[in-house]
């Protein structure tokens, strides 16, 4: 079963050599050094564009479908991550609110989040009911 979506990830391939792409397919040290280097100053940007058909199948392989949606997640984590709206939709209303007040504890969390949301929405994915 599909949990990630090619056309997403080709939209994020769009701004890649930022790394979303890559974070959004659950590789966040591959999209730190896509971040760093824009996107390994733009060769690793190309040739990632016949690469996402296969970390699309990858994702899909690696995590748990179920209740949330991980590209709603990632929507809702890279416009509006700063106010918490992806923790909020995640069931996490304490660091949702954290969130909101804080902006994303200064922007960290932001980050931790773009590293690691496939695997909050894979464990949330796994829990019974």
């Known amino acids: 079963m599909k949990t990630h979506s090619i056309v997403i990830g080709y939209l994020l391939w769009i701004i890649g050599f930022t790394g979303a792409h890559r974070f959004y397919y659950g590789k966040p040290i591959s999209g730190a050094i896509w971040f760093f280097t824009l996107g390994l100053l733009g060769v ?34 890279t416009y509006l991550g700063v106010f918490g709206i992806h923790r909020f939709y995640m069931g996490k209303i304490g660091t949702g609110i954290l969130w909101l007040l804080t902006g994303g504890l200064l922007g960290i969390g932001y980050i931790y989040d773009f590293c690691t949301l496939n695997e909050q929405v894979d464990e949330l994915n796994r829990l019974p009911g």
Do not use: K, T, V
């Open 44 to 77: 690793g940007w190309l040739i990632d564009a016949f690469l996402i058909p296969g970390m699309d199948r990858q994702a899909d392989a690696r995590f748990q479908p179920g209740r949330y949606d991980y590209s709603l997640a990632w929507i809702l984590q």
